[in-house]
């Protein structure tokens, strides 16, 4: 299943009877090797009073808290597997998100993003950039450029999401460029992945927020989520 590009491999496994080891899990999203994908979604039973849980693992076989279209895609898969419900709610190792599903759409209720940090210097080899930094459910660095489609986005991704500042883990980066008062464009390198991605849901959301608290423009009173 894709949302906004992004691919996943899903599993129904409430019997808990699938268990994937990191290797397993690269090999199957391998795009020459195996099935191929950005990563994948586990369907489980919740520990706690959600509907579902959801486990997701990155392409390289990593776990990672939340992934923002992998969760759109989730919510649809848990409905049309687990019955047929407008409203479900699934935890995730970033908390319990809530979904709303009605004809093709799906919208997310997502946990609240932390760890707002605004224009941030960050070194990286052969140049020193002004970086923003949010928690959106995973780690996203979110830097503005002034052609999107000049952006380095393998190279430079690559440097930022293992730069020292965000070590052990690493983070998810985003090069935006400004489109207008409220528009933006937007590029993303993924971690766990280790290349850009069509898409990023997480990441969207973390660009939008950033952009609105260094432009000073309108936020609304949900951060969503459609498809």
């Known amino acids: 299943m894709n949302g906004a590009g992004n691919d996943f491999i899903l599993f129904d496994n409430r019997t808990g009877s699938i268990a994937l080891d990191r290797k397993q899990i690269a090999q199957l999203c ?19 009073r959600a509907d579902f849980r959801m486990r997701y693992f990155n392409a390289d076989g990593g ?3 939340m992934c923002g279209n992998g969760a759109r895609c989730f919510a ?14 699934f935890e995730t190792l970033a908390g319990v998100i809530s979904a709303e599903l009605k004809d093709d759409l799906v919208t997310l209720r997502m946990t609240e993003p932390t760890d707002l940090r605004l224009n941030v210097d960050l070194s990286t080899p052969g140049e020193n950039k002004t970086a ?16 999107i489609d000049d952006a380095d986005v393998r190279r430079d991704g690559a440097a930022i999401r293992h730069h020292k500042m965000f070590s052990p883990n690493g983070t998810n ?9 409220n528009r933006i464009a937007i590029r ?6 280790e290349d850009e991605t069509l898409a990023c849901g997480t990441g969207i959301v973390a660009s939008a927020l950033i ?3 260094s432009e000073k423009a309108a936020v ?5 989520e459609r498809r």
């Not at 391998?30 to 586990?42: E, K, P, S």
């Not at 980066?173 to 008062?181: A, E, H, L, Y």
């Open 211 to 213: 952009f609105a608290a």
């Open 188 to 193: 993303t390198y993924e971690r766990g992945v």
């Open 30 to 48: 391998d795009r020459h090797r195996g099935i191929g994908a950005d990563g994948i979604l586990l369907l489980q039973k919740p520990t706690n």
């Open 132 to 147: 923003h930094f949010i928690n959106s459910g995973v780690p996203h660095v979110v830097i503005a450029v002034a052609k």
């Open 63 to 65: 776990e990672a808290e």
């Open 173 to 181: 980066v985003n090069f935006i460029q400004k489109r207008g008062p």
């Open 76 to 89: 649809r898969f848990a409905n049309k597997v687990g019955g047929q419900k407008e409203k479900i709610s």
């Open 220 to 224: 609304p009173s949900r951060c969503c």
